[in-house]
């Protein structure tokens, strides 16, 4: 078991910065891929990033490739989201989530997942 938590979400400009952080239970951390999904109001949940579990592999949805950065630190448990220039439309709910196998940008195929940290991007 995976027991994954978000934080660092809130309210900012339109261009501004901000860090997500999902901190991981459990002994096993650094064999899971990690990925970020997000989920705007009336809208299906969508891939952001994912990083692979030894931090070796990186992919980008196209919206964000060039603002955000993925990243991992396995003696911390921790992934991080690096937002760069963040745009109104990156205004949702954003999810970390963990799968033990593959590299992929199929929300399905994760395992677990975490509660969601909201980020606001005012115009």
């Known amino acids: 078991q995976v027991q994954l938590v978000e934080s660092g979400g809130g309210l900012v400009q339109a261009g501004g910065s901000l860090r997500l952080s999902c901190a991981a239970s459990g002994r096993t951390f650094s064999t899971y891929a990690m990925g970020w999904f997000r989920q705007a109001p009336g809208k299906e949940r969508e891939f952001v990033a994912v990083i692979s579990a030894t931090g070796s592999r990186t992919d980008y949805a196209d919206s964000v490739k060039g603002r955000f950065i993925i990243s991992r630190d396995n003696a911390k448990n921790t992934v991080y989201l690096q937002m760069n220039s963040l745009k109104p439309e990156d205004t949702a709910v954003y999810y970390c989530?963990?799968?033990?196998?593959?590299?992929?940008?199929?929300?399905?195929?994760?395992?677990?997942w975490g509660q969601g940290t909201q980020v606001t991007v005012s115009s």
């Open positions: 989530a963990a799968n033990r196998g593959y590299f992929t940008d199929s929300a399905r195929l994760y395992t677990y």
